[in-house]
């Protein structure tokens, strides 16, 4: 069993590499994931992840979610869309405790595609966004989230 | 549109019968299954081996996504490995069962005429680590939902296959306490498994559509979304009650046995499709 | 045992890789209801996805990703043979990758 300085040492090694690839160096890098994973609202994220942004509504981004959630610890998501070139996609859960979920490079030899299973807290909306170079997009799918009558 | 009317006077008339001794298992089935074609006169008797997913279509589309990797995968891999790792004696499983263990599940629960009881394929798995100098494995999750869930996957697509040998009074006997316990009503919310299984089949309590009785045994074991872990049919009966605020009958208990029974042979017929997963 | 499976099927316009993670995904924030304790928090933060080598998506997660994590991609072009990878670091420095060939 590694010890905690030991283990420390590991991940910043790893994150290191990881962050290097991204870009990132690997201080930024842990910053990002302490700012953006943080607890906060949905509109402190949204700021703090597209600074001076205009998330534009698009109509060509398609959610397959469903309606009522059975269960809000186990929300499928599959996310498609047309616009061109979009490099990153975002989902964020509006009311969840830390509303980013999860963001992904996604490179051109993808498909704008990316299917997930995510933790909804309570009825909101689902929001992705994407990043096509400089533009962004979004849009919203509200999923009910109940607590249920005898699933236990 | 079906009548209300019909379908209070089907509900009368399996209330009546339950109570009355001399109608025989056959009999109680065609009448279950006659009750619930009325309610669901769209839904294919394999159908019912899905459950709550047969008749909510949201829940459904939700429940297909996750199927599409489904997370008992990994039960699942487990499952197979344990099974066919050799006891410490160099026995294995598959000198337990017939056909090794392989698609036999459709045959479970049935009556042992040795030990004069109801043998649930999870009794089965303890019975031979018990012969074979192993500890009995807990019957509510864990290792015992790995092996189900190998066992379950082997079987799947068999026909269920409950029988009540004629010559046995005692396996009938334990047939009717499985029966009565179904349309028992007990606990602070005086349900029986029918009040909602039954006789509000299809309808909502609270937020969730109440699945039909006919086909609670073909899933099993489940990967439960609320507990994030493999559950069995006993450890979900248990939860039942406990959410009824009735007393608790341990998994494997033999009223939990018989009610798995009843159960099963309701649902004779229907296709197996375990491992599954359940919300 | 790995942690990561794998599948990958083929179609005419797109590959679809499908990843299954068994990962707790603990938020840090649930008791455990024999003791009261805490539960630490324990999930994944990064994930790669590579093509033969290349990397295609490179994903920054939190807790809010369900336990047993799954995910799908489609590669527009990928052959029988191509390899693809899945690898991912947690909060605790825990990872595991795994690589699998297109059949």
Redesign the interface.
């Known amino acids: 069993m590694l010890t905690t300085r030991r283990r420390f040492v590991k991940k910043m090694l790893a994150l290191s590499g990881y962050a290097l690839g991204l870009g990132f160096s690997k201080i930024s890098l842990a910053n990002w994931i302490a700012d953006n994973f943080s607890r906060q609202t949905f509109s402190q994220s949204i700021t703090q992840l597209f600074p001076n942004q205009e998330l534009q509504k698009s109509d060509r981004i398609s959610l ?1 979610l ?6 809000g ?4 998501i ?1 996310i498609s869309s047309t616009i061109p070139d979009v490099d990153t996609i975002y989902i964020l859960s509006e009311k969840n405790p830390v509303p980013l979920i999860a963001q992904f490079s996604i490179d051109p030899d993808l498909e704008t595609y990316l ?1 997930a ?1 995510f933790k909804m807290q309570e009825t909101c909306d689902v929001i992705v966004v994407l990043k096509a170079k400089d533009q962004y997009y979004q849009t919203r799918q509200k999923v009910k989230v ?7 | 549109m079906k009548s209300p009317f019909l379908i209070f006077y089907l509900f009368i008339n399996l209330i009546i019968s339950s109570s009355l001794t001399w109608a025989s298992p056959e009999q109680d089935r065609k009448q279950i299954l006659t009750f619930y074609q009325q309610i669901f006169p769209e839904l294919q008797l394999a159908g019912y081996a899905h459950g709550v997913y047969a008749i909510d279509a ?2 459904k ?3 297909q ?2 199927e ?4 008992y ?2 039960a699942l ?2 499952g197979k ?1 344990l099974f066919n790792r050799p006891f410490n004696n160099g026995a294995r499983y598959a000198d337990c069962f017939p056909n090794k263990g392989i698609a036999i599940a459709q045959n479970y629960p049935y009556w042992g005429e040795q030990k004069q009881t109801i043998i649930t394929l999870a009794g089965a798995i303890n019975d031979c680590r018990l012969q074979n100098q192993a500890s009995a494995l807990p019957y509510a999750k864990g290792e015992i939902t790995k092996l189900l869930a190998y066992m379950a996957f082997t079987s799947r697509g068999q026909l269920i296959n409950t029988i009540i040998p004629e010559h046995s009074q005692q396996a009938l006997n334990a047939y009717k306490q499985g029966k009565d316990y179904f349309y028992q009503r007990r606990g602070q919310l005086n349900f029986s498994c029918a009040s ?1 299984h039954v006789d509000n089949a299809g309808k ?5 559509i ?1 699945s039909p009785a006919l086909g609670h045994t073909t899933h099993w074991p489940a990967y439960r ?2 507990t ?1 872990e493999m559950g069995t049919l006993h450890r ?1 009966f248990m ?2 009650n ?2 009824i605020r009735a007393p608790i009958d341990m998994a494997q208990s033999p009223a939990l046995r018989q009610l798995e029974f009843f159960l099963s042979y309701m649902a004779n017929g229907l296709p197996l499709n375990g491992p599954s997963t ?2 | ?1 790995s942690t990561i ?1 794998i ?1 990958s099927k083929r179609f005419a316009a797109y590959t679809l890789v ?3 993670i ?1 990962h ?1 995904m603990e938020t840090g924030h649930n008791k455990n209801d024999a003791t009261g304790e805490l539960i630490p928090a324990h999930f994944i933060q990064t994930l790669t996805f590579k093509h033969n080598g290349k990397v295609l998506s490179q994903c920054q997660m939190g807790y809010g990703v369900s ?2 994590p ?1 995910f ?1 991609f489609k590669i527009k072009s990928a052959k029988a043979g191509d390899k693809v990878s899945i690898s991912w670091q947690d909060n605790l420095a825990y990872s595991d990758t795994l690589e699998h060939i297109i059949p």
Do not use: Q
């Not at chain 1, 610890?73 to 499928?76: A, F, I, N, R």
């Not at chain 2, 599409?68 to 997370?71: G, I, M």
């Open positions: 397959k469903p309606r009522t959630a059975e269960n610890s186990v929300v499928p599959t299917g299973r109940t607590l249920g009558g005898c699933g236990g | 949201d829940a589309n939700s429940w996504a996750i599409e990797f489904p997370p995968e990994f891999e487990e490995e909602c909502f309590i609270r937020s969730e109440l979304l609320n994030g979900r939860a039942c406990k959410l359940r919300k | 045992m499976k599948r499908r990843t299954l068994a707790p336990k047993n799954f799908s």
